[in-house]
């Protein structure tokens, strides 16, 4: 069965620190991978995701993620971060069917 | 122009009443979903329905009943509330006819508190 794990629950960096958020999935093909940010009070919005080619993907507001298929990894990173990256982050699994599978997200604070 | 939008936002009701949340999109996707947010943040998908028919139901209490007009809407309705179904509710839409890799678009979710 699909799964996803985000093993933090929370983190919280500095103003101006760089940001790692991890993501692991159980899945046996290869899967479709997503991450979504969640700010307070609000939907959630898609940072970017991974279907094939090039393992290192770039995102919307700064964020890239990279896929390890080695490591069933897909952790989302941004060299800075800034005060307004604090909300809560899920990463997705689906294997392009209907149904996404999502993590029990990260809340990321952020220090100024 | 909002893309997913969800009516009402807030909802505040008592135990044992019935009650509905709607749902529309004006982006001609093909396929809706709604899924639970708990209060520790565990989102969870209930149901999709594609071209208005039934696609997936995630073993959800039969007192939670979907309901698509059209393509461009997913109603819910939810009987009997009780109080474990306090949770912020999210609608989303996606095009998979054409694209498995359809994005799912969310609404802005209804915060529901049965007391």
């Known amino acids: 069965a699909q799964s996803v794990t985000q093993p933090d629950i929370h983190i919280t960096v500095s103003e101006g620190a760089s940001l790692e958020l991890r993501c692991n999935y159980s899945?046996?093909?290869?899967?479709?991978l997503f991450w979504y940010v969640q700010s307070p009070g609000q939907g959630l919005q898609l940072l970017l995701k991974?279907?094939?080619?090039?393992?290192l993907v770039q995102g919307i507001k700064g964020f890239e993620a990279e896929f390890k298929r080695s490591q069933s990894s897909f952790n989302l990173r941004k060299p800075s971060v800034h005060w307004s990256d604090a909300a809560e982050y899920f990463c997705?699994?689906?294997?392009?069917?209907?149904?996404?599978?999502f993590g029990t997200g990260t809340r990321l604070k952020v220090l100024a | 122009d909002t893309a997913v939008s969800q009516t009402p936002k807030y909802l505040v009701t008592q135990m044992g009443n019935d009650k509905s949340i709607k749902c529309e999109q004006n982006?001609?996707?093909?396929?809706m979903y709604w899924y639970k947010q708990d209060s520790k943040k565990f989102l969870k998908i209930m149901f999709s329905?594609?071209?208005?028919?039934?696609?997936i139901n995630e073993t959800v209490p039969n007192r939670f009943s979907p309901k698509s007009p059209d393509k461009a809407h997913l109603n819910l309705h939810i009987n009997s509330l009780e109080l474990g179904d306090s949770a912020v509710y999210f609608c989303?839409?996606?095009?998979?006819?054409?694209?498995?890799?359809?994005?799912?678009?969310f609404g802005p979710g209804t915060r529901l508190l049965v007391l």
């Open positions: 991974y279907f094939s080619g090039d393992t």
């Open positions: 982006l001609g996707h093909d396929t």
């Open positions: 329905y594609n071209n208005k028919e039934l696609i």
């Open positions: 997705a699994v689906s294997s392009g069917t209907y149904k996404y599978i």
């Open positions: 899945y046996g093909a290869t899967p479709y």
């Open positions: 989303a839409s996606s095009q998979l006819a054409s694209s498995p890799q359809g994005d799912q678009y």
